[in-house]
């Protein structure tokens, strides 16, 4: 049955990741021309790299600490009863029971590698707040973000019992397919609001699907 599953995740993050890939270079396409928007949110960014440097000695806790948390938060939202939650310097962990309900396993160990939540905590809030302020959150949600890849950098390798315990190559397939997501979303979501960028990106991505569809078919067509 485990041989099952990970034969249609296959199917299913294979194509998915070559799509959301794209759908990564179409973002770059409309946020290039508009860099001017993006100001406040790589100020965000410069500030996170500039200030790291003073808190050094305590970035490693922190980025377990966001890693743990990570697990703990993607286990609630599939129903797991979480046991307990540890972040030391370097090193963590996070106890979970998963009773009947097993879907999702992989998503929880994965998800640190992927799902910058202090980031989307920002671009939840960001819609309610006006004026001035809005320039706070892009700066928020750029620092929150390069924090997120300097937690990707340090934690991500094949060492990670998260990574090699679902098998290398599909790890990394799901990862980069839910991390090409997610960083859409947050490029576009500086421009609009999380809400509309999501509505926005999955529209034009099933556009693309169904051409990609629709032109394969006709190749393969031409050829019978």
């Given amino acids: 049955m ?3 599953f990970k034969i249609l995740g296959y199917l299913i993050y294979i194509p998915a990741c070559l799509l959301f890939i794209f759908e990564l270079y179409r973002t770059a ?3 290039i021309p508009q860099y001017k928007i993006y100001t406040w949110f790589a100020a965000g960014m410069l500030a996170y790299f ?3 440097i003073f808190f050094k000695r305590n970035r490693k806790f922190l980025q377990t600490f966001s ?12 129903l797991r009863r979480i046991h307990s939650f540890t972040a030391e310097r370097g090193e963590g962990v996070m106890s979970y029971s998963t009773g009947r309900f097993k879907l999702g396993d992989t998503m929880i160990s994965l998800a640190p590698y992927f799902l910058p939540i202090f980031t989307i905590f920002f671009m939840l809030i960001k819609p ?3 004026g001035d302020a809005v320039y706070i959150f892009d700066a928020l949600i750029g620092f929150t973000f390069a924090f997120h890849i300097g937690c990707f950098i340090a934690q991500t390798g094949s060492y990670q019992t998260d990574i ?3 098998g290398l190559f599909y790890s990394y397939l799901i990862i980069a397919t839910f991390l ?3 960083v859409s979303l947050v490029l576009l979501s500086i421009d609009t609001n999380l809400f509309p960028a999501i509505k926005s990106y999955f529209i034009t991505a099933w556009e693309d699907l169904n051409f990609a569809i629709k032109f394969i078919y006709s190749k393969i067509s031409a050829i019978i």
């Fill in 29 to 31: 396409q409309i946020v």
């Fill in 50 to 52: 500039v200030l790291g």
């Fill in 164 to 166: 090699e315990k679902n």
């Fill in 2 to 4: 485990k041989t099952l």
């Fill in 180 to 182: 090409a997501l997610n």
């Fill in 67 to 78: 890693h743990e948390l990570t697990h703990t938060l993607v286990g609630m939202l599939f």
């Fill in 128 to 130: 309610v707040v006006a």
